[in-house]
T-cell receptor
Framework: GAVVSQHPSWVICKSGTSVKIECRSL??????MFWYRQFPKQSLMLMAT?????????EQGVEKDKFLINHASLTLSTLTVTSAHPEDSSFYIC?????????????FGDGTRLSIL | GQNIDQPTEMTATEGAIVQINCTYQ??????LFWYQQHAGEAPTFLSY??LDGLEEKGRFSSFLSRSKGYSYLLLKELQMKDSASYLCACMDSNYQLIWGAGTKLIIKP
């Protein structure tokens, strides 16, 4: 159980393109989803927390107008990287929680490797 | 501030035992997680500790001492497939995960 699907797994596109990444919980309802970014040989960096039906909470230093997050249903959250540039190239990973509060392991999607040329 | 410390890299031999330590300072504490991350892949959940003591799960065990702000992940009978990064993460009072930088474990034959 607790399977999280992330799509696409790999994107290569030109600078200035907008890229949408989907994160789906396949066998549970995810009230909260998280979006992380990970640069090579570095730890996970939380970008934002996404709660179903409300605006995402962004971490300090993350531009909310550049990284648009939509969590319209209990099984889907999307991250759109708008007008992507080479410095946005990274490994983007989503995770999901099945409930609220208390002990909850985050279940991760397989990640999306984004390369901006 | 909040801080998680773990060694950057460790090397061990196939069939041996290795202990990966993690110390933490967080605003409140709602448990400590260990995740395994193979290169180029997303993390996978290994263990969760919220009370002091040892939790054993097959070849992997995790220990917590809240008074010392300390945890370790113990891996027994090491296999080549255990070569990965091991991430320590603490859940703070807001139930937010604070991540360590990860320990890269290299297994040699």
């Amino acid at each position: 159980g607790a399977v999280v699907s992330q799509h696409p797994s790999w994107v290569i596109c030109k600078s200035g393109t907008s890229v949408k990444i989907e994160c789906r919980s396949l066998d549970f309802q995810a009230t909260t989803m998280f979006w992380y970014r990970q640069f090579p040989k570095q730890s996970l960096m939380l970008m934002a927390t996404s709660n179903e039906g409300s605006k995402a909470t962004y971490e300090q230093g993350v531009e909310k107008d550049k990284f648009l997050i939509n969590h319209a249903s209990l099984t889907l959250s999307t991250l759109t990287v708008t007008s992507a540039h080479p410095e946005d190239s990274s490994f983007y990973i989503c995770s999901a929680l099945s409930g609220t509060g208390g002990y909850q392991p985050q279940h991760f999607g397989d990640g999306t490797r984004l390369s901006i040329l | 501030g909040q801080n998680i410390d773990q060694p950057t890299e460790m090397t061990a031999t196939e069939g041996a035992i290795v202990q990966i330590n993690c110390t933490y300072q967080t605003s409140g504490f709602n448990g400590l997680f260990w995740y395994q991350q193979h290169a180029g892949e997303a993390p996978t959940f290994l263990s969760y500790n919220v009370l002091d003591g040892l939790e054993e799960k097959g070849r992997f065990s995790s220990f917590l001492s809240r008074s010392k702000g300390y945890s370790y992940l113990l891996l027994k009978e090491l296999q080549m497939k255990d070569s990965a990064s091991y991430l320590c993460a603490c859940m703070d009072s807001n139930y937010q995960l604070i991540w360590g930088a990860g320990t890269k474990l290299i297994i040699k034959p």
